[in-house]
């Protein structure tokens, strides 16, 4: 929405004859204009006179009529005032029901059974789990999901259909799940893309040797979502995997069987332990994109490293599920800060692993720290990604609450075994001017700081901190490890696959490699920001061992390169580019052949 004031020296104003000045309609150029009405004018009897000259509401436009300093009654004003207000109050609440239909699902939060229990649960063991997450105040924190994984099934009758366990769940699984919702939770439930499960294979249950999905996909999802109304599902790959299933094909046919259902409101999880490919995106809420989660520092830090790159996956209420939570389950506290921390500030799904009868007291109150939560529950549904790798180090960001706005979540990670020394230039955050920082995790304001961060994080440790600048700088760089490649996956079947690589010798240690060879297989940064617009100069960094060709396109004007060779050192080409106000995309691939291994590149005003 845009208001245009038009102004003169005296008289009314029309369309016609008066000159326009157009400014965006946002907040800040609302409460703006109403502190033009205030008391204080009235004093000097001098206002602006406001009246609406058109109204486009399919374009979400406003144009208004401004003389200059006319002089009115304090009675006029007064009722001026109010009919302005009026429409105030009437404009912001039809920009706030705009924004509110842009609103996208979060990281889903609650409790999951398999960490603790693998299949040895109950319709009892569920139910008190469901109490205790009530009484330790965990709902009112967000947690709201209580999700029952492998180890329910019974049998399979002459019909194929699926009856629960008797001894575990005599009263069947209708009745945990009203129980559940009775608290008002959400109820979850599992299966397996296969015929058998991995509790058949990793923990010997024989009730789970046939009672995957394989061959039962719409019987199971009308019995589980429609006829036991649960409300997440847990979809494993064990079974798939034994029978050398096409991942793709498989979720798809599973997800296509939920959707016949009519139900619209499912959460899907793909659990195939490896980032599966950008298509799980169209078919799940979040996707495994690690093995098995264990209680070990190991295998937290693990998990971390495999995401650390994925950032461009999550996007639009789409996330990378890092796995349960295995807090209260063993860790240091300060690993359990780590753990917490950074499922957080990289926007994993929150899923409570331990038994909730006896968590620890550090552990709950961890679970419940509002702020890290407001990172992972964040509107703009962001992953963190790495600015700066320095040794075993680490510092990620993110924005939150506004996209290119003045606050920022940063994460300084030290995964080693020694102190770590952080260096943190702000303007690597694009920050500028003085900023606010507060620790999230001790959740104590650190006061104002100018031009860099300097912090000692131990070993096994986070710093998680909340930035607000007075400035947002235009950024200059853009990593290759940010890009989104279409092409990508994890899961080790493909012959030369897209990946990315480590690299000493490239500015963030990362780099693209095996990036072209056919048009699909190509690096998109789809948000290359210019405040302004107009013409730059675009350095690219890129390392290859003989001629080879990279074709750019910036918002779809194509520039070729050929004969690129830098003997497998980093070297740079400079092309000028012309950029459009706000966000622009760029791509790198090469159709016909590959292209060199990308480093970043960097864009500068001419």
């Known amino acids: 929405m845009y208001f245009s004031f038009a102004s003169k020296d005296k008289g009314s104003c029309n369309v016609s004859t008066c000159k326009f000045i157009r400014f965006p309609l ?89 960490n603790t229990y693998h299949v040895n649960i109950s319709e009892e063991l569920i139910k008190q789990q469901a109490d205790a997450l009530i009484k330790h105040g965990l709902k009112e924190a967000g947690y709201n999901y209580i999700n029952i994984d492998d180890g329910f099934f019974g049998h399979r009758d002459e019909t194929g259909k699926m009856h629960p366990h008797p001894d575990r769940f005599p009263n069947g699984m209708k009745v945990v799940s009203d129980y559940i919702h009775s608290l008002g939770l959400k109820a979850g439930i599992y299966s397996d893309a296969g015929d058998n499960t991995c509790g058949s294979i990793y923990d010997n249950d024989a009730n789970g040797v046939g009672s995957g999905l394989y061959g039962h996909e719409q019987q199971d999802m009308d019995l589980y979502l429609k006829e036991w109304n649960y409300d997440f599902i847990k979809i494993d790959y064990c079974g798939g995997r034994e029978l050398g299933l096409d991942e793709e094909k498989r979720y798809s046919t599973i997800c296509q069987a939920i959707a016949n259902t009519g139900r619209t409101d499912v959460s899907i999880n793909i659990c195939r332990w490896a980032f599966p490919g950008t298509w799980a995106k169209r078919l799940a809420r979040s996707w495994r994109i690690s093995p098995d989660i264990r209680p070990r520092w190991n295998s937290v830090k693990g998990i971390i490293e495999k995401n650390l790159y994925l950032s461009a996956y999550a996007t639009d209420g789409h996330y990378n599920d890092m796995d349960m939570l295995e807090i209260g389950r063993g860790l240091k506290p300060n690993e359990e800060e780590v753990h917490f921390g950074m499922w957080c500030i990289m926007s994993s799904p929150l899923l409570i692993g331990c038994d909730m009868n006896t968590i620890p007291d550090f552990s709950l109150k961890l679970l419940k720290n509002k702020e890290l939560i407001a990172l992972n529950q964040d509107v703009l549904g962001l992953q963190a990604h790495v600015v700066q790798h320095e040794n075993e180090s680490y510092v990620l960001v993110k924005d939150i609450e506004r996209k290119r706005g003045l606050t920022r979540a940063v994460a300084l990670y030290n995964p ?26 001790k959740q104590k304001d650190l006061g104002k700081m100018k031009e860099e961060i300097r912090q000692t994080v131990q070993p096994h440790s986070v710093m998680i901190c909340k930035m607000e600048a007075e400035k947002r700088l235009e950024p200059v760089s853009y990593e290759a490890e940010w890009a989104y490649l279409p092409c990508y996956d994890d899961l080790g079947k493909k012959s030369k696959p897209i990946v990315y ?95 060199p291994d990308i480093d970043r590149f960097t864009v500068s005003r001419q």
């Open 26 to 114: 946002n907040s800040y150029t609302f409460h703006a204009l109403i502190r033009f009405f205030t008391p204080q004018f009235s004093k000097k009897r001098t206002i602006f006179h406001l009246s609406i000259l058109i109204c486009h509401w399919s374009k979400l436009r406003l144009c208004i009529s401004l003389p200059r300093k006319l002089s009115i009654s304090t009675k006029d004003y007064k009722r001026m005032k109010k009919h302005l207000i009026a429409w105030g109050i009437l404009s912001t609440m039809f920009m706030a029901n705009t924004f509110a239909q842009k609103d996208i699902d979060r990281p889903i939060m609650g409790w999951s059974s398999w």
């Open 416 to 441: 080693s075994d020694q102190p770590c020394d952080f260096i943190v230039p702000f303007e690597t955050l694009e920050l500028g001017g003085n900023v606010k920082v507060r620790d999230l995790i």
């Open 501 to 595: 690589v480590p690299a000493s010798d490239c500015s963030g240690r990362m780099k693209i490699s095996r990036l072209g060879g056919r048009e699909e297989n190509f690096a998109e940064w789809s948000e290359v920001y210019s405040e302004k617009g107009g013409n730059y100069e675009m350095t690219i960094f890129y390392s290859c061992d003989k001629n080879r060709k990279l074709e750019v396109s910036v918002n779809g004007t194509k520039t070729v390169l050929k004969d690129l060779n830098s003997n497998n050192e980093v070297k740079s080409v400079t092309i000028p580019v012309s950029l459009k106000q706000g966000y622009n995309t760029v791509r790198m691939g090469n159709n016909f052949g590959w292209a």
